[in-house]
T-cell receptor
Framework: AQKITQTQPGMFVQEKEAVTLDCTYD???????LFWYKQPSSGEMIFLIY??????QNATEGRYSLNFQKARKSANLVISASQLGDSAMYFC???????????????FGSGTQLTVLP | SQTIHQWPATLVQPVGSPLSLECTVE??????LYWYRQAAGRGLQLLFY??????ISSEVPQNLSASRPQDRQFILSSKKLLLSDSGFYLC????????????????FGPGTRLTVT
């Protein structure tokens, strides 16, 4: 079963508008972490924002905010005031324990291609 | 913060040839290291991880192998490449020092784009 679901293969947004990228997850763990990464055409994975499962406040990092709804198991990314440079693939990921100890695996969704229109 | 170097950036290799991709990390000690592969237009798949020198765990059975000869060096290898090995290979680092390491993000290197012909 898919653990991270991103239902929007592609999204378009007008420059300076806000956009929400959807992410739902599935886990039976009590403690987990949710991440959003941006991957421009160069291929590099750029960390954007993190939300811990026990964090009561929604995470924010500059123009990025994470709308965390634990009961619904959703962790949507909100980008405010979109810029042309925001055009990229966006991945939602969940960190899970691989085995006892410190190893952690990031399970990624299939991604959303965001295009910002001038 | 950590800096991850990967080389080569791109590689074109024939089927059956060997492979060696290298990843080195700066800015942290005793990190957890990971190799991921990304097929075209897809998310990332974890291949190997290492929690210390000489300690390698495999998540996906395949003709690839990994080694960690030094604390901040992680190598992905193959004796004979298959067409299905084509993809974008990313090395990642996860800092584990401190009590709150659960919040530390995984940093990714710039990646190696491998095409097997």
């Amino acid at each position: 079963a898919q653990k991270i679901t991103q239902t929007q293969p592609g999204m378009f947004v007008q420059e300076k508008e806000a956009v929400t990228l959807d992410c739902t997850y599935d886990t039976s763990d009590q403690s987990y972490g949710l991440f959003w990464y941006k991957q421009p055409s160069s291929g590099e994975m750029i960390f954007l924002i993190y939300q811990g499962s026990y964090d009561e406040q929604n995470a924010t990092e500059g123009r990025y905010s994470l709308n965390f709804q634990k009961a619904r198991k959703s962790a949507n990314l909100v980008i405010s005031a979109s810029q042309l440079g925001d055009s990229a693939m966006y991945f939602c990921a969940m960190r899970e324990v691989i085995s006892s100890g410190s190893a952690r695996q990031l399970t990624f969704g299939s991604g959303t291609q965001l295009t910002v229109l001038p | 913060s950590q800096t991850i170097h990967q080389w080569p950036a791109t590689l074109v290799q024939p089927v059956g040839s060997p492979l060696s991709l290298e990843c080195t990390v700066e800015g942290t000690s005793n990190p957890n290291l990971y190799w991921y592969r990304q097929a075209a237009g897809r998310g990332l798949q974890l291949l190997f991880y290492s929690v210390g020198i000489g300690q390698i765990s495999s998540e996906v059975p395949q003709n690839l192998s990994a080694s960690r000869p030094q604390d901040r060096q992680f190598i992905l290898s193959s004796k004979k490449l298959l067409l299905s090995d084509s993809g974008f290979y990313l090395c990642a680092c996860h800092r584990v020092e401190g009590l709150a390491f659960e919040s530390y993000e995984q940093y990714f290197g710039p990646g190696t784009r491998l095409t097997v012909t």
